[in-house]
Every structure is written in C-alpha cells, then in structure tokens.
C-alpha cells in the first residue's frame, strides 16, 4: 500500500468485485477452486486497510463524483465509468491503468425452478444480445467490455479502445467470479457488509 495514497482510495460496495480483486492481488483465480480460507484472507486484508485509513471510503457506482474531486486518487472502478469520464470533453484526465484482474458477467440460462415459457424467452433474448452487432451497439452506448467476439468489428471507431475491447493481454487476466452456492453467498455478503457497515 501506498503511503501517498492514504485516506485518498475506495473499494466498491459490491463483494465480488471487491473481494475478487483482493483475491486476484493475493494469487487466488476467484473462478477457480476456493474456500473460506480464501475469503478470509482477502477480508482481512480488506479489514486492514480500512483500519489503517488507506481505504477512505466505500462505494457503489457514486464514485465518480470523488475522482473529479480528487477526494479519491485509487480505486476499484469499472472501465465504462473511466471510458465516459474521459469522454466528457476531455476534462477529468482519468487514467486507463493496467487491469489487475477482471471477469465479465454473461447470461446465465434460469434455473430449474423457473417455468419452461419463461426459460425460452430468456434464452431468446440471451441469443439476441449475443449476436455481434448488437453487442457492440450494446457496447458502444455503455462503454463497457462485451464478452462477444466479433463486437469490435462492427464499430471500427470503438475498436481500438482496450477498456471496451480489451488486448489480448488483458484477456489473459479476464475471469469470472466463480458461481458461488446459495450458503456462500450468504455467508461471505453478511460478513463483507458487516466489515462495511453496509
């Protein structure tokens, strides 16, 4: 941690990308094979850094108003944020700093419980927003990664933006936040937010 930067850092109020990218920091793929032990490390480290005051401050997609600020000079953020900050004519001079670790979410097909009608209409509008043109319509507007192939050949303008499209580097350090069973997940929330106080 950087002394520089105490009291000047935010992580996210979301736990997977939060403790994720602790996770990714210490070693641990977090699509991989992980447990308590795990989570515990990467709280704790989080715990530290709260209690140290290196970490200011929590938040969920508010955070931008800090970077303009300068109240916040580290942190967690998501790429489309950056994308559209330094869009906005230029002014807030936020960096594209190098991905630590990342993952992207995807369509999940419903469960068992959900009704066959239901399911159907799911995957329909699943394969919808999976064809490439419009995922990189999609992509364009959002200024977030599209996990579709293909997306970035549609809007040559977008295509060379790496917080969009990202290298094939930063592939290489991509993952998905490994689906967690409905007792993990409750469990490894509660503690997250009791840290927070969220």
Avoid: C
Avoid at 52 to 73: A, C, H, P, R, W
Avoid at 144 to 172: C, H, R
Avoid at 183 to 190: L, M, N
């Amino acid at each position: 941690m950087k002394p520089e930067l105490k009291g000047k850092v935010q992580v996210l109020s979301e736990m997977r990308d939060t403790i994720g990218l602790i996770k990714s920091g210490q070693g641990v793929d977090p699509s991989g094979e992980w447990g308590d032990t795990e989570f515990d490390n990467a709280l704790a480290w989080l715990q530290d850094a709260v209690d140290s005051g290196q970490i200011n401050n929590v938040k969920g997609n508010d955070y931008t108003q800090d970077l303009e600020t300068g109240t916040m000079l580290a942190g967690f953020v998501w790429t489309g944020d950056v994308v559209m900050m330094n869009g906005d004519l230029g002014k807030h001079g936020v960096s594209r700093f190098p991905i630590p670790a990342a993952w992207l979410g995807t369509a999940r097909s419903p469960d068992q419980s959900t009704s066959a009608e239901n399911k159907a209409k799911v995957e329909e509008l699943s394969d919808y927003y999976y064809q490439p043109e419009v995922a990189a319509a999609v992509a364009a507007y959002v200024a977030y990664v599209t996990p579709v192939k293909g997306a970035q050949l549609v809007d040559p303008e977008q295509a060379d933006n790496p917080a969009i499209f990202p290298t094939d580097a930063d592939w290489s350090i991509l993952k998905q936040f490994r689906i967690l069973a409905p007792e993990e997940d409750k469990k490894y929330s509660t503690a997250f937010q009791s840290l927070l106080g969220l």
